[in-house]
């Protein structure tokens, strides 16, 4: 029987344990809280969109740095589905339904259904859980391999890393794990917040950047003493509307996507601008200009909208920009273009209203991470280190360096790289 330690009480540590435990070895989860699964209870707004229906699900997931991730994922697929997945927490007592044709959720709308039949299963296969425990060194003794503590040393014959990234630091994740790994000489990337809202300003000649704690209409003077404008962005804060998002690096189209953004006091946020940040951050990493061109009205197009516009201004000439955009603009977007005189250029505007991104929320306010153990380090059919010195260490979850969008994928990642990692380390 084979001693297997998995470091970290998430989605993929539990899914890890219970994989292992399966084959028949002896399973020691060790966790840094003093609960476990506290970022599965915060998944979803607290529903826990646990997987995806995506049929082209291998497609939409990024490595930082390696671009042989949709492969990689693939093959990890192939070892534990999405089907594989529904099975396992149908078998643990966890019925389920889809929402929106691809978003699967447990039936109960609980997060605390997910985890709690989980533990249940933990339970059952006798698995032992250790909470308040820090590991601080894994090493190798005498064909061993020793999985260190404040306290204590564990002995066993594999590892399962999978205590998660730097994203929501406040559920315990601190990002020791990708210390552990570098510690044992893995090679591991920048890490960078994904899934989070991004930080722009409008790039018109005539706004300047916004700043904090100054009226937003005041008028100011730029470097060269002429007029300029305040950024009118923060005007939008707390308006939301469907909209066409495009990201361009450095002039080139890098991705796009639909849906409902959210306008913030720094920027844009909203699902859609979760997904696109996992693109701008890393165009931003690379020192590259990242502009997102919002389509705001994507049903409508420009010859339409033009036409509407000047239609307005000639039966009521007396009648303001504002005025005109009433009843096509939600209220809170219409201070970013009533200056706008011509038509036709506010209708461009509105069609492709063209914000320079500066940067993105932190780790306290991003769901996932991008980044982590480079993927040339790792098996995809085991999940475990390639390097002979390593064998037995095993990857799972968040810190390897694979990321997807909203809509159950990461949840889907841990699972399966989980259960591939968990189930290796115990053969």
């Known amino acids: 029987m084979k001693n297997v330690v998995i470091i970290g009480c998430g989605a993929a540590g539990m899914m890890a344990a219970i994989a292992a435990a399966r084959e028949g070895a002896q399973v020691t989860v060790l966790e840094m809280g003093r609960k476990p699964g506290r970022k599965l209870l915060l998944t979803g707004n607290s529903r826990c969109n646990l997987t995806t229906l995506d049929p082209d699900l291998c497609e939409k997931y990024a490595s930082l740095e390696d671009g042989s991730c949709s492969a990689f994922v693939r093959t990890v697929y192939e070892q534990f589905s999405v089907s594989d997945t529904l099975n396992l927490f149908e078998d643990c007592g966890l019925l389920t339904a889809a929402e929106h044709e691809t978003w699967v959720y447990p039936v109960t709308g609980k997060s605390e259904s997910v985890l709690g039949v989980l533990l249940g299963e933990l339970q059952r296969l006798k698995i032992k859980l250790k909470y308040n425990v820090e590991v ?20 066993c014959d594999s590892v399962v890393i999978a205590c998660g990234s730097r994203a929501v630091p406040s559920t315990g994740s601190n990002g020791s794990g990708y210390e552990l790994c570098r510690g044992l000489g893995l090679d591991v990337t920048d890490i960078l917040p994904a899934l989070t809202a991004i930080k722009c300003r409008l790039t018109r000649e005539d706004c300047r950047p916004f700043t904090p704690g100054v009226s937003s209409g ?3 003077e730029d470097e060269s003493g002429k007029s300029a404008a305040m950024d009118p962005l923060p005007l939008a804060a707390g308006t939301r509307t469907a909209a066409l998002v495009n990201v361009y690096a450095d002039g080139n189209f890098i991705a796009n996507e639909r849906g409902q953004v959210q306008f913030t ?31 705001l009205l994507p049903d409508i197009s420009q010859e339409k909208l033009t036409g509407t516009l000047e239609r307005l201004r000639q039966v009521r000439p007396d009648d303001s920009m504002r005025g005109f955009l009433t009843g096509i603009l939600p209220p809170g977007l219409i201070p970013l273009f009533e200056t706008e005189t011509d ?9 492709a209203l063209e914000l320079q991104a500066l940067g993105h929320r932190d780790f306290d306010n991003c769901q996932v991470c991008a980044g982590g153990v480079r993927l040339t380090e790792l098996y995809p059919k085991t999940m475990e280190c390639v390097r002979n010195d390593l064998r037995g260490i095993h990857i799972a979850g968040e810190l390897a ?12 990642w841990a699972w399966a790289s989980g259960y591939t990692a968990g189930r290796h380390a115990a053969m």
């Open 265 to 295: 006091q720094t920027g844009v946020s909203g699902i859609v601008i979760f997904n696109m940040s996992r693109y701008t951050g890393r165009a931003l990493h690379e020192g590259k200009d990242v502009r997102l061109l919002l389509d």
């Open 218 to 220: 005041k008028a100011a």
């Open 343 to 351: 038509p036709a250029a506010a209708a461009g505007q509105i069609k």
């Open 401 to 412: 360096d694979v990321d997807g969008p909203c809509g159950g994928y990461n949840l889907q």
């Open 136 to 155: 601080t060194e894994i090493s190798r003794q005498d064909d061993m391999w020793q999985v260190h503590t404040d306290g204590w040393s564990y002995p």
